[in-house]
Each structure stands twice: as structure tokens, then as C-alpha cells.
């Protein structure tokens, strides 16, 4: 396995033409520089051994200036395979340096895939809701961000108003806001924050021991989450072939295997269906509406599209439902596209297809949404007892999003069709 992947790395490394590994520097994308409080962003040209621009040397810099503290490691509302294994492996770190870390996001766990990698390697990680008026909230010194920058956590704005401070950052979606942190390791040319922290792994923050239990099921949490995030190493790039070399040394291959072949659940299942029996294929694309769906069934979107793009002359696959939202009392239409055509931009044609809200803001699109859209449902939000109207609802957003698709798909035909 490791030589296979060696080999893979290399041809990879010449086919770049860039043998040498470097460091990936955020600051070079950015239209203005990312200016933060005391420490600076993440800038290592390759080359330097314990170079202050280092930002593994940063890391351990700041993790001893906190030695003692209790750390809130703040996941994404939807904590994805990268972000759940990039947590836990920073919480094994901090606790080499006396830092207690608990792992919270506020959403929901919705992936089968998810759920079994929690359950079957004991990840330590919960849903924490109430934010201001936590009891718990003064237990904590700092607050650390892993593959996000708030902007996808409900929680952040409360924790910040609750006057928790921002530590550290760690990441690899494009910058989003200004961050006040201590130290941000922000690189947006790793795929996978799971790369990140494996690097901080094997450049001596923790020394894995293959006879710790731990430390086996958190390496294949990050084998796990660097597979998710690349398309299963289609998308990798050298530094996470690099680092799935480096884990391949460590991860438990059953485990891995077991978290992958955890089943769909019924209702994941019914959704697909009706997205099967609702599709309407023009172009070769593949357009289904799902109709309401709860809260915590929204995973079944993408896993939806993720069929419907199998079809023979399918090449792309757009799946949407109304997601209602009990604890909010919120409804919101969440979108799915996956294509299988290169020539096709997902985060170009959603914003395409739906444009801007009032607020200048794209309803999908981006790095850190990828394919996926969200659309507010806004004055017509609740759920109604009278299913007459919540049909009708339905039928005015669907009509309304499909327009919008096949107009993106085929822009001759720009028309209602009512029929
Ligand atoms: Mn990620």
C-alpha cells in the first residue's frame, strides 16, 4: 500500500514537474493581506527548518504559550470526514502540551459515512447548542477553528460575543472574512485540512505510535478524511499524497473499510428514490426536485445527486429539497450538483443559475460550498397543516428552480413551461 502510493506520488510529483514538496503559501492568493493580531498567516517557502515563517514551528510556538488551558474546537453546523479527523487529531496534539480540547459543532451528524466514523472509532466529538448561556462556556480560555473560518458555524458569532478568543486557525477553503486569531494556518492549495494536520503530525507536534489505539483509529480518520475531501486522491495533490504515505504506515485498513461500508438508512434511501422517480433528463443533464425533507436528512441531497450522475449520458445531476429546520423554525431549499464533465464549473454554473440575494450574496457556489446551493425560503417559510397549501409551495419553488437550471442548461430555452 505505502509503495503503491509512494509510486503514485512520484509519477504525480514529475507529471507537476515539482519533485520538491513545498509548503503551500496562502498569502500569495490573497487580494489583501490577512492581517491578525499577534501572530501572522501561514507562510512557509519551502526550504526553511525552523524558519519563523514555519507554520508547524508557529503551532507548537502558540500550543506551549497555552500549555494548561481548555481549549472548544469549533467543527462546521455539517462536520464533514476532514473536518471531524482534523479536530481530533489537533486534540491528541494539544493534549501532548497539557491543552484540554473539546470537539463541538452545532448541527447535525447526517452522513451514514459520518455517523459510522464517530461510532466506530470513538471520535470524541458533540453537538453543542445553547451558546452564550452555556454553563460550561467559562471552562474555556481560547477557541480553535479546524477546517472552517466561521463562516459555516452558527455558533461562532456567539462564542466570539460571549468573549471567547480566537487562538488558532486551521484550514484550506479560500479566505473568508478578516480572523483576529493568534496564528492562522490557512492554505487554500491543500485539498484537505486532514493534510495539514498530518503534517503537523509527522513534523514532530505528536509522535504516532502504532501500538496506541488512539492514535491507529485517529490515523485512519484522517486517511479517511483526506480520501473524502480528494474524490478518493483523484483531486490529491502532492502534499496529500505525501501525507496518506505518511498515515499509511499507522491506519487500521479494516477500520477504514468498515466506516465505508456503512449502510444507507431508510429514509436516506426514499429520498434517492423519489429523486429517481422525479428526475427529468435534458441535455444530458439530470434535474429532481425531493420535495420537504427533514433536517436531519439533508445529507441525502448530495448522496441523491451522487446517483442520479451515474445514469448512462448523464453528465451532470442536480438534486433539491425543502429542508425544514425545527429548532430554528427556519425552511431553506438546499441544492446538490455533481458532474462528471470536466469542461463544467459547478460553482460557475450555480451561480449562474440562481445569482445574487439582495445582499449581493451568491446562493451557492464557491470553495467551501462547492456544488452545493442554499436558498431561503423567507416569507413563505412554515410548515402548514393544510398540505393542499404546502403542495402549492412546493410547486412554486420547484417550477421557479428548475426554470432557472434548464436556462443555465439550454439558453435558448429561457420560457415558463406550464404544462
Ligand atoms: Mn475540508
Known sequence: M???LLAQLIIHAIAEGNPQMTFNSASEDLEEPFANGKGGIATAPSGTDGDADDPVQAVRRLLETHRGDRQLVLMQDFPDPDALSAAWAYKLIAANYKIECDIVYAGTLSHQENIALVRLTGLPARRWIAAVDNPNLPNYQGLVLVDNQGTTSQLYKHLRAAGLPLVLVIDHHAPQSKLDAEFIDLRPHIRATATILTQYLQQGLLTLDRNNSKHTKCATALMHGLRADTNQLMHAGASDFMAAA??????????????LQASRSKRVMDVIERSLRNRKVRDNVSIAGVGYLRYDDRDAIPQAADFLVTEDNVHTAVVYGIVHDEDEEREVVIGSLRTSKITLDPDEFIKEAFGQDSEGRFFGGGRSMAGGFEIPVGFLSGFYENSEYNR?????????????????????EGMINTD
Open 2 to 4: 505505502a509503495i503503491r
Open 246 to 259: 505518511y498515515l499509511s504506515q499507522f491506519y487500521d485498513g479494516q477500520l477504514l473499510s468498515a466506516v
Open 392 to 412: 402549492l409551495k412546493w410547486e412554486v419553488f420547484d417550477t421557479q428552480i428548475k426554470q432557472k437550471l434548464w436556462r443555465v442548461v439550454n439558453p435558448e
